[in-house]
């Protein structure tokens, strides 16, 4: 064939006419708010993704030129479209087995009121060794031996605080558990005794691992099958990613196997917990746990987590503070809790972790916690560790520490739905904090204003995973379930943008995966939820409270298991 000059020229006129097409997309979303959490993003309506991540974010009109013969369309029905939710510390694999177990609910109870409820869960297990109750409320909550021996002597009987510090035992369990008048508090917690040196059955923070180190251990298939039960009711309330917070090697292997038959629809990162100790022994099993899971779009397992201190609540006060405890009159006593790792054994430890490519969690709730291991990051940055560092609680930080937050980049996993008026936050505090630190207590808006990387997180097992409650608290600082009481520290309320962000962008940043998640743009990952309204500028802490995702995609495909209306499944 002869191509003359004219044939030329209409084929590149017609190619002119209609720019080459895109190759088409594996899914476009349109129709949507698409807030893509990028600091100072053009407002998009509609994005496409190829190969489970973003390739563009923008307009309908423009999303309609990927949309190709095979391409999923996502029709969000105008309702808002936010980056997939991480939760900056959750205990989801520890959490998960205790689904379906016995359970106190986090309900305010004395131990008679306790005692017919777990008399419930003890004549329908007859099976398991020892008779475990998790949730029990710790705030003011009093139990001894003898109290629980008079609701089971037989078997061991393990009471659960719900802030994971704290356990109650009957007698028959500090037998087994090897418990006497003799044995040593270990160095991170303490054996409650009376006034005879005889232990009461009251354990806290490593004293409780005396008890759970001889229990029973739920077997590796368990173990898979709690993270098969707790995946989709994640994903049910817009968790697409999270941050193992305390993992150990049982842990390491349920999360490895359930990765290996294809069925993790989560993306999580993992610390490893450690007591501190900086030997050899200890970061070679830390770096064996690290080298069981693959790198990857999945994981990311190089954090260790530390404990600074305990809890503050009366009457457990481990929590490390600057000041004493007051006393019962309200007065300064003597106490100011409990440093759980020595400031040069924590400095030492971080340096040394730095060395083996391990990046930092720290536990700390009280202010000397917190500034301890803000002067041990103060350290390690000072020769030279570009580690990611964070810590998680915060309930009391001092003032002059906050701007060290963004001097040292040291991310702030905050827990907000912690953030309102209840037993455990004033009630268990009152008198022993006084008025000024209780006035200062849970920081959300002085961190955001320091200028740290501030991400949300549950901590559950402890409290609600559902980040749509901690949001609408962080806003409020009001207990929804007490509406007559004051909210809690109202001038450390965050606005609904700033809550998201901690939930996305921000939760990312502190994990070190801004990258790949934590918004919605072109190059990351396509994890996103699709809400069942619009957030508007006027919506209410109630209304976010109640908001709850339709539809949710990990990578592009959906891990929604109960799709509401419209969500076209
Ligand atoms: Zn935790």
Redesign the pocket.
Same mark, same amino acid.
């Given at each position: 064939m002869r191509i003359t000059a004219g044939f030329l020229t209409s084929l590149s006129l017609a190619l002119a006419a209609c720019e080459p097409a895109p190759p088409s997309a594996d899914l476009v979303l349109r129709n949507g708010d698409v807030r893509t959490m990028e600091e100072a993003a053009a407002p998009a309506t509609a994005f496409a993704v190829r190969d489970g991540r973003i390739l563009f974010v923008g307009d309908d009109a423009r999303a309609e030129g990927w949309i190709g013969p095979d391409t999923q369309v996502v029709d969000a029905g105008g309702h808002t479209v936010l980056p997939g939710l991480i939760d900056s &510390?959750? /205990?989801a694999a520890e959490g998960a087995l205790a689904l379906g177990g016995c359970t106190l609910r986090n309900q305010q109870l004395t131990v008679q009121q306790a005692a017919e409820p777990i008399r419930g869960c003890i004549a329908a297990d007859t099976s398991s060794a020892w008779i475990v109750v998790n949730e029990v409320n710790p705030a003011g909550f009093k139990a001894d031996r003898h109290d629980l021996d008079a609701i089971e002597s037989r078997r061991p009987l393990f009471l659960w605080g719900a802030d994971?510090h704290t356990a109650w035992v009957n007698s028959r369990a500090l037998t087994v558990a090897g418990i006497t008048r003799d044995t040593p508090d270990p160095e991170d917690g303490r054996i409650e005794r009376d006034a005879k040196g005889e232990a009461t059955g009251f354990l806290i923070d490593g004293a409780t691992g005396l008890a759970l180190s001889v229990m029973e251990q739920p077997s590796p298939e368990k173990r898979i099958e709690a993270l098969r039960r707790v995946l989709p009711l994640l994903h049910d309330v817009g968790i697409t990613s999270y941050f193992e917070?305390?993992t150990d090697e049982a842990t390491v292997n349920a999360y490895s196997k359930l990765a290996s038959l294809d069925e993790l629809s989560a993306r999580v990162t993992m610390a490893f917990e450690s007591t501190g100790e900086n030997t050899p022994g200890e970061f070679s099993r830390l770096e064996t746990l690290r080298k069981q899971l693959p790198g990857g779009p999945l994981f990311r397992a190089d954090f260790i987590?530390l404990f600074a201190d305990g809890v503050m609540e009366h009457p457990t006060q481990t929590a490390a503070l600057l000041a004493p405890y007051n006393d019962a009159q309200g007065k300064p006593g003597e106490s100011r809790g409990k440093l759980y790792l020595p400031p040069a054994q924590l400095q030492a430890f971080i340096a040394e972790a730095g060395k083996r490519g391990f990046n930092i969690h720290v /536990?700390a709730i009280g202010d000397a916690a917190v500034r301890e291991t803000l002067d041990a990051f103060a350290q390690a940055r000072g020769a030279g560790s570009t580690q990611l560092f964070s810590i998680? &609680?915060l309930q009391l930080v001092e003032p002059s520490d906050l701007p060290r937050f963004k001097q040292l980049d040291v991310g702030a996993s905050v827990?907000l739905l912690w953030a309102q008026p209840d037993n455990y936050s004033v009630d268990a505090l009152t008198p022993w904090l006084g008025d000024e630190r209780l006035s200062r207590q849970y920081p959300g808006h002085s961190l955001v204003a320091a200028g740290a990387t501030v991400a949300g997180?549950s901590?559950w097992d402890?409290s609600s995973f559902n980040p749509f409650e901690a949001m609408a608290t962080a806003m409020s600082r009001r207990n929804p379930e007490q509406p007559e009481r004051a909210p809690l520290n109202a001038d450390e309320a965050l606005t609904l943008d700033e809550i998201l962000a901690a939930y996305t962008r921000g939760a990312a940043r502190l994990i070190g995966r801004e990258r790949e998640i934590g918004s919605l743009t072109a190059g990351k990952f396509a994890d996103f939820i699709v809400l069942d309204r619009r957030l508007t500028t006027s919506i209410t802490a109630d209304q976010i409270r109640i908001t709850r995702p339709t539809r949710v995609f990990l990578g592009g495909h959906e891990v929604t298991t109960q799709p509401g209306p419209g969500s076209g499944r």
């Amino acid at each position: 064939m002869r191509i003359t000059a004219g044939f030329l020229t209409s084929l590149s006129l017609a190619l002119a006419a209609c720019e080459p097409a895109p190759p088409s997309a594996d899914l476009v979303l349109r129709n949507g708010d698409v807030r893509t959490m990028e600091e100072a993003a053009a407002p998009a309506t509609a994005f496409a993704v190829r190969d489970g991540r973003i390739l563009f974010v923008g307009d309908d009109a423009r999303a309609e030129g990927w949309i190709g013969p095979d391409t999923q369309v996502v029709d969000a029905g105008g309702h808002t479209v936010l980056p997939g939710l991480i939760d900056s &510390h959750i /205990h989801a694999a520890e959490g998960a087995l205790a689904l379906g177990g016995c359970t106190l609910r986090n309900q305010q109870l004395t131990v008679q009121q306790a005692a017919e409820p777990i008399r419930g869960c003890i004549a329908a297990d007859t099976s398991s060794a020892w008779i475990v109750v998790n949730e029990v409320n710790p705030a003011g909550f009093k139990a001894d031996r003898h109290d629980l021996d008079a609701i089971e002597s037989r078997r061991p009987l393990f009471l659960w605080g719900a802030d994971g510090h704290t356990a109650w035992v009957n007698s028959r369990a500090l037998t087994v558990a090897g418990i006497t008048r003799d044995t040593p508090d270990p160095e991170d917690g303490r054996i409650e005794r009376d006034a005879k040196g005889e232990a009461t059955g009251f354990l806290i923070d490593g004293a409780t691992g005396l008890a759970l180190s001889v229990m029973e251990q739920p077997s590796p298939e368990k173990r898979i099958e709690a993270l098969r039960r707790v995946l989709p009711l994640l994903h049910d309330v817009g968790i697409t990613s999270y941050f193992e917070a305390n993992t150990d090697e049982a842990t390491v292997n349920a999360y490895s196997k359930l990765a290996s038959l294809d069925e993790l629809s989560a993306r999580v990162t993992m610390a490893f917990e450690s007591t501190g100790e900086n030997t050899p022994g200890e970061f070679s099993r830390l770096e064996t746990l690290r080298k069981q899971l693959p790198g990857g779009p999945l994981f990311r397992a190089d954090f260790i987590k530390l404990f600074a201190d305990g809890v503050m609540e009366h009457p457990t006060q481990t929590a490390a503070l600057l000041a004493p405890y007051n006393d019962a009159q309200g007065k300064p006593g003597e106490s100011r809790g409990k440093l759980y790792l020595p400031p040069a054994q924590l400095q030492a430890f971080i340096a040394e972790a730095g060395k083996r490519g391990f990046n930092i969690h720290v /536990h700390a709730i009280g202010d000397a916690a917190v500034r301890e291991t803000l002067d041990a990051f103060a350290q390690a940055r000072g020769a030279g560790s570009t580690q990611l560092f964070s810590i998680a &609680h915060l309930q009391l930080v001092e003032p002059s520490d906050l701007p060290r937050f963004k001097q040292l980049d040291v991310g702030a996993s905050v827990q907000l739905l912690w953030a309102q008026p209840d037993n455990y936050s004033v009630d268990a505090l009152t008198p022993w904090l006084g008025d000024e630190r209780l006035s200062r207590q849970y920081p959300g808006h002085s961190l955001v204003a320091a200028g740290a990387t501030v991400a949300g997180g549950s901590d559950w097992d402890v409290s609600s995973f559902n980040p749509f409650e901690a949001m609408a608290t962080a806003m409020s600082r009001r207990n929804p379930e007490q509406p007559e009481r004051a909210p809690l520290n109202a001038d450390e309320a965050l606005t609904l943008d700033e809550i998201l962000a901690a939930y996305t962008r921000g939760a990312a940043r502190l994990i070190g995966r801004e990258r790949e998640i934590g918004s919605l743009t072109a190059g990351k990952f396509a994890d996103f939820i699709v809400l069942d309204r619009r957030l508007t500028t006027s919506i209410t802490a109630d209304q976010i409270r109640i908001t709850r995702p339709t539809r949710v995609f990990l990578g592009g495909h959906e891990v929604t298991t109960q799709p509401g209306p419209g969500s076209g499944r």
